[in-house]
């Protein structure tokens, strides 16, 4: 029985102009995703149109919003979230991909375990040389600085350090503007956004890893308030993501190994694991990257994904260490495979404290304090970054901009640099003070022993050279910046030998000199209870806060991660100092031994970090492996977990409030559907009334789904075909088959695989006499083992952008002869694409959806006729709270397929009959588009 060929049933579609406004655009389209964003989108510059809609500065669901809250999109930035294109987790399950599988060679998982191991390896080698790299150009600068300060040549030391740090920054900022945008920021939200099944153009591309190598080293190095983790992060997953296909399209090149790897699952599983790869090398934290990887990047896992992952974070690390083992600064040591603890634990906690019951008091404060910072700091950080695109959306100039977004880092490297040479000028100087071993005293900065003997004119010395006394933690460098220098006194007793010193600090220039990694060793130090006092501690995280801010998102290549553990730990350690302040120093050993500044800014780094990202697991197991601080394990998840309750309550996480900014499409695990007082999506305001949270489950699959969408034949009209792919936007089309005269859903396909076979032209067009006589149901019984577009040239890779695809197109649709000509879609229809009735639970719906990682769902009837599709920004949170809320008002969503006219093939005929057609259908009604992925919706208005 031969397969009825009707012909394509578009119901009620949009159009956004002929087919001569398609031949008269000027710039490439992209076929494989016509509504993709531009380099500077995804790197983190959106320049949007200004939006007549007015939000106040702290208007709720904007920047300020609960983690329960619905991020309201402005009517710009919903056109920009249309842009993005999405993909499906599992590969199509065609006939094409089973002779694709059939070819490759069962390996048992071996090689799965081998390439894993190989992302380790490379994530763990590229970690060593970039902060080997940072090392080298950090240390050049401030050494030659405090030669400067040592001849008390300030103007000099001001001058070095800003045309040395300026033109690291510069360099930094250039690479990416220049070069390629999408290497700026962390890469984080776009990671999160892809493994999510958003598509993020270019940021899985070797120039982007290039640039992003080069750009961070010179970032962090120059002395920019930002950190090197984040980065590392993205650079994991882009080894991930190329090293697993074994080919790159920019080098031009592909190799016969791995082939089986070549598909959406295993790449994105790669992804996963070199995410978690970058974090291991980056902290030395093989654990926390693993839970980072299953925590916050990734949206699907698996137990097996989890060991396999866990290999990979263990040899990145491994990696990591043995080469810095060998290696200073690129320099050979004799101390290969010797795992030091200063080198591979990044803030080596080396004193042990006990905890106390009592310091969960403070845990609790610093936790608390933490949420309500990390809510500001990402309140700031956004405004910030929406202000930066309003300045650069008043420059029409291509140029302009990028002169513009190069400026910005330049500006925050001269004040930063001017700050931290010329602020510890404002502050004196500050003598050595520690806690004293038992038989030694000190009065009015007089040091004895108990006997009275003179020693010293100062306290103990934390000396580079002398022996830690009382187990003091004293940091190896204290920065003397102008302070006068002291002398050291030895003094030889009871078998043993102490060191005291009169000698002078300056608190700021320590806690501002070097590396933002330098300075929280400083204030993780354990025993140094007096070594920074409250007003440098204050001025520097006011002013740290300020500045880093506003360099993340700025046209670099930078974390936060760093800056969030600097900014965390300040706050602890001024809560550590008013605790000393108010109860005194207590020796180790006795009840009140935990009242350690050093102890407190360790839980305040945790609880900034966890207030900002609100993550838990993985944070918690990351403080403990780079300190290598057992003990404090309950202090700290207690302080995460209070963190994280206060964030939530006023703002998004940082990472997701980012993918909001710039509207990249994701799906969290459940949203919460909240009912405004009024909901308009025409008009595009939001007023939040006292709706209460609504139950998905009240709810069903018709009630979000778009409706009527465009299906298709098994076998089609190339002309139609080319019409469609000209004058729709759709990300997919439902396939059906006749039974009994009713079009059944037997599968889906999508537009990329339609360019994709269409381009191949004359040899697999066939007349209708050459179609296969064959029946749906005995083509799935008999399927070929070989077909005429192999499953490789579908996966994963898209088509370039050309306007020689559009114009191969525009000919199909003109030249009549190709009305006779048809296309046979079954080999390559995903025949196990799922759907829901109608009456599905919406709940279980989105459960569904996110749970198999879905970019299409087709709604059907009882009778399994399409009725509607669900798409990814149809289960977006504010489009179900526009969505329920206007059927809560009464009116129907969806539109029965029966009410609307269709389409006949006369008016797909030609051109200009699409072209009036589809202009009648706007002029009277209100089109609503669901982007590449959806399908156009008409709502018309009675």
């Not at 309201?72 to 999405?86: H, I, R, V």
């Not at 902290?283 to 925590?295: N, Q």
């Not at 492996?625 to 202090?635: A, G």
Request: charged share 15%.
């Amino acid at each position: 029985m031969t397969e009825p060929r009707e012909r394509i049933s578009v119901i009620n579609s949009g159009s956004t102009g002929g087919l001569s406004s398609w031949r008269s655009q000027t710039g490439s389209v992209e076929l494989g995703n016509m509504g993709n964003v531009d380099d500077d989108h995804t790197g983190g510059e959106t320049h949007l149109a200004a939006d007549p809609q007015k939000t106040g500065f702290f208007a709720r669901g904007r920047e300020w919003e609960a983690r329960t809250d619905i991020h309201q999109y402005t009517e710009a930035e919903k056109q920009l979230l249309q842009k993005f294109d999405s993909f499906d987790y599992l590969p199509p399950h065609s006939t094409a991909y089973k002779v694709w599988l059939r070819e490759q060679p069962q390996r048992f998982d071996w090689d799965r375990w081998v390439m894993m191991g190989m992302i380790g390896f490379c994530t763990g080698m590229v970690g060593f040389v970039l902060h080997q790299l940072i090392d080298i150009i950090s240390e050049t600068k401030w050494d030659k600085v405090r030669d400067f300060i040592a001849e008390g040549d300030i103007v000099d030391a001001w001058g070095y350090a800003l045309w040395y740090s300026v033109l690291f920054a510069l360099l930094s900022t250039i690479l990416v503007v220049v070069f390629r945008p999408a290497a700026a920021g962390s890469g984080i939200p776009e990671l999160i956004g892809f493994l999510n099944g958003t598509s993020v153009a270019a940021i899985f591309n070797i120039k982007t890893m290039v640039v992003k190598f080069i750009s961070c080293a010179f970032a962090v190095a120059s002395g920019l308030p930002v950190g090197p983790e984040g980065p590392m992060i993205h650079l994991g997953a882009l080894v991930g993501a190329g090293l697993s296909q074994f080919r790159s399209s920019t080098l031009g090149f592909s190799t016969p190994f791995f082939t089986r790897f070549r598909n959406s699952e295993d790449r994105r599983n790669f992804i996963s694991a070199g995410a978690g790869a970058g974090i291991s090398s980056a902290f030395g934290a093989p654990v926390g990257g693993l839970l980072f990887a299953m925590e916050e990047v990734s949206s699907f896992w698996n137990l097996k994904l989890g060991w396999q992952t866990f290999f990979c974070t263990m040899v990145s690390a491994f990696t990591t260490d043995l080469f810095n083992s060998c290696f200073d600064k690129f320099v050979p040591v004799n101390t290969f495979g010797q795992f030091f603890s200063t080198k591979y634990i990044l803030f080596d906690v080396q004193l042990g404290i006990p905890i106390n019951l009592l310091l969960f008091i403070p845990a609790i404060i610093i936790g608390v304090f933490g949420g309500l910072l990390g809510a500001l700091f990402t309140f700031v950080n956004v405004k910030i970054s929406r202000a930066r695109r309003s300045v650069h959306g008043k420059f029409s100039r291509r140029w302009a901009k990028m002169v513009v977004r190069m400026v910005e880092p330049v500006i925050i490297m001269i004040i930063t640099t001017s700050v931290v040479i010329l602020l510890p000028n404002a502050f004196s100087c500050t003598h050595y003070e520690c806690g004293l071993p038992e038989g030694y005293k000190c009065v009015d900065h007089h040091c004895s022993l108990s006997n009275g003997s003179d020693i010293s004119p100062r306290c103990i010395d934390s000396y580079p050279h002398s022996p830690r006394i009382n187990q003091s933690e004293s940091p190896a460098r204290l920065e003397h910046y102008l302070c006068p220098r002291g002398v050291v006194y030895e003094f030889t007793g009871n078998g043993s030998t102490r060191y005291f010193s009169n000698d002078t600090y300056s608190q700021v220039a320590t806690l501002m000199f070097g590396t933002g990694e330098q300075t929280v060793r400083h204030l993780f130090s354990r025993s140094t209870h007096l070594e920074f006092t409250a007003g440098p501690l204050i001025t520097v995280l006011v002013t740290y806060f300020t500045l880093a801010c506003w360099a993340a998102g700025s046209a670099i290549s930078s974390g936060l991660v760093v800056p969030m553990l600097l900014i965390g730990a300040l706050y602890g350690r001024v809560i550590g100092y008013a605790m000393v302040r108010l109860f005194g120093i207590f020796p180790l050993g006795s009840y009140w031994a935990w009242i350690d500044p050093g102890a407190l800014a360790l839980i305040g780094a945790a609880s900034f970090f966890g207030g900002v990202s609100r993550l838990t697991m993985s944070l918690t197991v990351i403080m403990i492996e780079i300190t290598n601080d057992v003990q404090f394990l309950l202090p700290i998840m207690v302080g995460v977990m209070c963190a994280k309750w206060t964030g939530d309550y006023l703002t998004h996480p940082l990472y997701h409030a980012l993918l909001e900014l710039k509207c990249i499409p994701f799906l969290d695990e459940e949203p919460v559907i909240v009912h405004a007082a009024d909901v308009s999506s025409h008009s595009g305001s939001h007023s939040h009334g006292k709706g209460g949270p609504s139950n998905l489950e009240l709810y069903q699959a018709k009630h979000a789904m778009s409706s009527p969408c465009v299906t298709l034949c098994a076998h089609e009209k190339v002309g139609q075909l080319a019409r469609m792919l000209l004058f729709l936007h759709h990300g997919g089309f439902p396939v059906v088959r006749s039974v009994n005269g009713k079009q059944l859903y037997c599968g889906l396909i999508t537009r990329q695989q339609l360019q994709i076979i269409i381009s191949h032209g004359e040899q697999i067009f066939q007349r209708e006499d050459e179609l296969p006589q064959i029946s749906f149901e005995d083509y799935l019984e008999k399927e070929p083992r070989s077909v005429d577009v192999p499953f490789e040239k579908m996966s994963i890779n898209r088509q370039t952008s050309s306007m020689a695809g559009i114009t191969r197109l525009s000919q199909y649709a003109d030249e009549e002869r190709y009305d006779s000509l048809y296309v046979d879609l079954m080999p390559y229809i995903n025949q196990s694409q799922p759907s829901v009735p109608a009456n599905f639970s919406l709940h279980r719906t989105y459960i569904i959806f996110r749970t198999l990682g879905l970019r299409h769902m087709p709604v059907v009837d009882f009778e399994n006729k399409v009725v509607g599709i669900i798409t990814r920004k149809d289960l977006m949170g504010f489009a179900l709270e526009e969505r329920i809320a206007y059927h809560r008002r009464g009116r129907s969503a969806d539109r029965h397929p029966g009410a609307s006219p269709r389409l006949d093939g006369s008016s797909l005929g030609a051109s200009s009959s699409i072209t009036s057609t589809l202009s009648d259908a706007s002029r009277t009604s209100e089109l609503i588009t669901d982007g590449t992925d959806g399908q156009y919706h008409l709502l018309t208005e009675s």
